[in-house]
């Protein structure tokens, strides 16, 4: 039996940053994952799109967006400290272009929203985005400028998280867990693929979109969260073509979505497709070319450049697309978990959020409405 003081089931970016934060705070922290590192973030463009991924209804997500993004700068300083190297980290803002009318229409709304919480958002016609973005078709019809919402490298960010976690002193466990641990009505621990048995003072379940599916979590403590397939395509622009764009541009091309990430290293992310597949990580032939067709349309060039990539990864959603942070029902078991599409955006808040849980057992005022207890059956049949 090996025992610690927290043990993280899943070594995602989100069990990542909560391991690390909680070896900071001097918790003995182990992580178990047979791929710590992996997960959704070798998948994600690493937008980090508070006020461009702005939805009607999720305007309390967008509090903690917006606080993470506000955090992002002084965490990348202090990871790339702790890990001795970048993460791709890049304040380049962010250009949201439409290419018809209806989706000129979409577009006024959206900045409508952004304008009534108060975001800075700014409409651009047609000609200012090609003066912006010279790659842009002529079709496109007028924009937001979003200087705010910048970019970083997941792949970058979770091989960093990795190794400031290891020289924090982090013990991994490279294999899965099967079941979780409970005694007397406690979560202890966990039992291994291995046959190995931890124990641990706390547990933080952190598997992404598997979260639901760990045996032993009793059934009115399980995360709802569901796979969310997305499909993306990495290209490379070549030194001649440099700068091919300057900073992120997304569009909705009639009515799908698809946006472009320069990186710095000359890699361009295109994605994504958005799938309720289950657990399905096919690249398809119709997703690739949805994404082609509409990325041309936007920026007709991209057919010069060379594809290198093609992936598929699952997003971990939940029925409101927020997180699951903080203790459960069960004593001694907490989340982190459901960060659907913004995990990249939200590791910096769900860091601190969690440390603060682990070491207080509350969670911090800006973290308290995505406690796992809103989605407690229990809760809710109480009158009110
Ligand atoms: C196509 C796509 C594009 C995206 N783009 C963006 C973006 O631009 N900006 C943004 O902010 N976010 C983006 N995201 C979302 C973001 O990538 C995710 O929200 C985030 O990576 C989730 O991290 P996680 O650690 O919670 O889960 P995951 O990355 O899924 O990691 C879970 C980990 O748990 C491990 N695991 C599972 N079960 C077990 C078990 N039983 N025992 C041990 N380990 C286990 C897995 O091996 C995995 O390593 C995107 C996602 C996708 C798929």
């Known amino acids: 039996m090996r025992s610690s003081d927290v043990l993280v089931v899943g070594g995602g970016i989100i069990g990542l940053v909560t391991a690390w934060r909680a070896a900071q705070r001097g918790l003995r922290t182990a992580v178990v994952d047979p791929d710590p590192g992996g997960g959704a973030a070798r998948v994600a463009a690493g937008m980090l ?3 461009t991924e702005l939805h009607y209804g999720e305007e ?8 993470s993004a506000a955090r992002y700068p002084a965490f990348v300083t202090e990871l790339e400290e702790a890990a001795g190297h970048d993460v791709g980290y890049r304040a380049c803002g962010t250009l949201a272009v439409a ?3 209806d989706d000129r229409a979409h577009m006024r709304e959206l900045h409508a929203l952004q304008t009534r919480c108060g975001l800075v958002s700014e409409w651009l016609s047609g000609r200012e985005c090609r003066r912006l973005e ?19 490298d997941p792949r970058r960010l979770a091989a960093a998280l990795l190794r400031a976690c290891e020289r924090a002193g982090v013990l991994f466990h490279r294999t899965l867990a099967e079941r979780l641990t409970v005694v007397r009505d406690r979560a202890r621990g966990a039992v291994l ?29 399980l995360p709802p969260v569901r796979p969310v397939k997305g499909q993306v395509l990495r290209l490379r622009v070549p030194p001649a073509y440099a700068p091919f764009l300057s900073r992120t541009v997304r569009a909705v091309v009639r009515g799908s979505h698809v946006y472009l990430v320069p990186r710095e290293n000359g890699e361009l992310v295109v994605g994504a497709t958005s799938e309720e597949l289950g657990w399905d990580t096919t ?33 971990p959603g939940s029925p409101d ?62 009158p009110a």
């Open 49 to 51: 799109a508070a006020v």
């Open 60 to 67: 309390t997500l967008l509090g903690l967006n917006l606080a």
């Open 99 to 101: 290419l018809d009318a």
């Open 134 to 152: 010279p790659m842009l078709a002529p079709g496109v019809r007028g924009g937001l400028r979003v200087d705010g919402d910048h970019q970083v």
């Open 193 to 221: 693929t291995d046959g190995q048995e931890l124990t641990s003072g706390l547990v933080v379940l952190a598997a992404g979109s598997l979260s639901g599916r760990l045996a032993g979590v009793p059934e009115e403590v």
């Open 283 to 315: 690249v398809t032939a119709g997703g690739v070319y949805e994404l082609l067709r509409d990325a041309h349309e936007l920026v007709p060039g991209i057919t010069e450049l060379p594809l290198t990539e093609t992936r598929a990864g699952l997003r």
């Open 321 to 382: 697309n927020a997180p699951l942070l903080g203790p459960t029902d069960l004593p001694g078991l907490h989340l982190a978990t459901g960060h659907y599409r913004n995990g990249v955006l939200l590791t910096p808040v769900t860091g601190d959020a969690m440390a603060e849980a682990l070491t207080t057992g509350a969670l911090p005022d800006e973290a308290r409405p995505f406690t796992p207890r809103r989605f407690s059956p229990v809760r809710q049949e109480q």
